[in-house]
């Protein structure tokens, strides 16, 4: 009843992001009432493993007490101020002093928002401002990737290298040049090593920056582990190779860690993982385990240098919001991060990232599976319409769709990026968890197989 009634409301009233609305009108929404460990019950008593930790971020699992308390206590505090004119509150200064320590060296400083999105769109007005301050304001322009994902503002959307986040938009709406995803398997030619395709990227950067000269590029920005585009895993070489050609042509290096940061891929950060160091990092999701929103850009001191003496002598940096480091979101913040260190979560990709990754490649053998890919407890099943010539399925998103459908009959929900199935479950999955996920999926998979075959 009560699932009926908010179904109604719910579909007379809201426009979903990332949801082709006529089709919810047919079937009506999933209503999560509550979530425990990894587990989320809907209303209709319907009990799920959230295999994508929500959106890739409750690193903790559900109904985290200690979480609700540190929420509780900062709220009684002091529930708001802002960090504007000079201004200061303690848990934001906390928090930043804690991202300072665990992040890579270079990083010094912090600068608060609420969103990934305005995380990549602070690191775009931080870099101009930086380059207009320095007398260089023609070094604007980003390079990022196809299927790369940045968020959806006006400027991280323009980064975010995925078609319909651009087509429908008159997007990119800043100078960005967009490179080939550095997906092995989709991206590959015919007869090439992953060697081969490493090298052939990173000489597609050289030939981009020689095009545009590289006075005009400001920045080049990457997922180490690309997520919300479908899971790819970078090829060997990739990520040191793009370093090194960065500081060659003085081009910052942004990582966006607004996925991989905090453990997932089994580093701390991406960045660890796959062996480079960025001058700027985004950050956001896994920092308070979604329990309130919040993030931040990480950036060096050279970076604040140049801003500082700017500000000091012409003008302030004009940017921020009314809840950048809001003291409840960096006091969770700060908690959350206790908590992952005090049960070593952080290390849980290490720990537990082989079970996962080999479970699901018994499926690499299954006849819907392209690839299994992924890193630590993060990955992603390809489906497609044949196994020897890769090619995908038409329309692409329709089977991965309904696996996803198939998944959540199982008690499994993962996410359908087109056909890529995608999981990334909480930090604190235990072995036993791990073996159930690896199971549903299976069976998912089966039932979309006899449905195609139907
Ligand atoms: N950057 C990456 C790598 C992301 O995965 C996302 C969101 O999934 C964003 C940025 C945007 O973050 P938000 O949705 O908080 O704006």
Redesign the pocket.
């Known amino acids: 009843q009560l699932s009926n009634s908010l179904a109604a409301a719910d579909l007379a009233t809201s426009l979903h992001p990332y949801t082709d609305a006529r089709a919810l009108e047919e079937t009506g929404p999933i209503i999560i009432a509550r979530g425990e460990g990894i587990h989320v019950w809907d209303t209709a008593g319907n009990k799920y493993i959230e295999g994508l930790a929500g ?2 971020s409750v690193a903790v699992g559900f109904g985290e007490t200690r979480l609700a308390d540190a929420a509780h206590k900062q709220m009684s505090q002091l529930p708001y101020y802002h960090i504007f004119a000079a201004k200061a509150h303690e848990p934001s200064i906390r928090l930043a002093e804690k991202l300072v320590e665990i992040t890579p060296e270079p990083l010094t400083r912090v600068f608060y928002t609420n ?4 995380a ?1 769109d602070t690191v775009v007005k931080l870099v101009w401002y930086m380059n207009n301050a320095l007398g260089r304001p023609e070094k604007k322009k980003f390079l990022a990737r196809n299927k790369g ?4 503002t006006i400027a ?1 959307g323009s980064l975010t290298g995925l078609p319909n986040n651009h087509r429908d938009f008159d997007l990119p709406a800043i100078p960005v040049v967009h490179l080939t995803c550095p997906h092995f398997y989709r991206f590959g030619q015919e007869g090439e090593t992953e060697a081969e395709f490493t090298a052939r990227l990173l000489a597609e950067l050289e030939a981009v920056i020689e095009r545009e000269g590289a006075e005009t590029i400001a920045a080049f920005i990457g ?1 180490p582990l690309m ?2 585009g479908g899971v790819m895993v970078p090829p060997e070489g990739y990520w040191p190779g793009v370093e090194a050609i960065c500081r060659k042509h003085d081009i910052l290096l942004v990582s ?1 860690e ?2 991989n940061g905090f453990g997932r891929t089994g580093g701390r950060f991406g960045c660890e993982t796959y062996g480079f160091t960025p001058d700027i990092m985004t950050v ?1 999701k896994q920092i308070t385990s979604s329990y309130m929103p919040l ?1 931040a850009v990480l950036f060096t001191e050279e970076i604040y240098d140049a801003i500082a003496d700017n500000s000091h002598k012409i003008g302030t940096f004009g940017h921020g919001y009314t809840a950048s480091g809001h003291p409840v979101a960096t006091a969770v913040a700060l908690e959350n991060l206790a908590i992952l260190e005090e049960r070593d979560l952080m290390g849980a990709a290490n720990r537990l990232g082989p079970r996962l990754q080999e479970g699901l490649r018994q499926y690499a053998d299954h006849p819907l599976v392209g690839e299994v890919r992924g890193a630590g407890l993060i990955a992603g099943i390809e489906l497609v319409a044949d196994k020897a010539t890769r090619a995908p399925f038409a329309p692409i998103g329709r089977v991965g769709a309904q696996a996803a459908i198939f998944g959540h009959a199982e008690g499994l929900i993962f996410r359908a990026i087109g056909d890529t199935l995608a999981l990334c479950p909480p930090l604190i999955v235990t072995e036993a968890d791990i073996d159930q996920i690896v199971e549903k999926m299976g069976r998912a998979l089966d039932r979309t197989a006899e449905w195609l075959a139907a």
């Open positions: 959106l890739w969103s990934g999105s305005e990549n994902y940045h968020g959806i991280s997922e997520g919300a966006d607004v996925i956001s993030a």
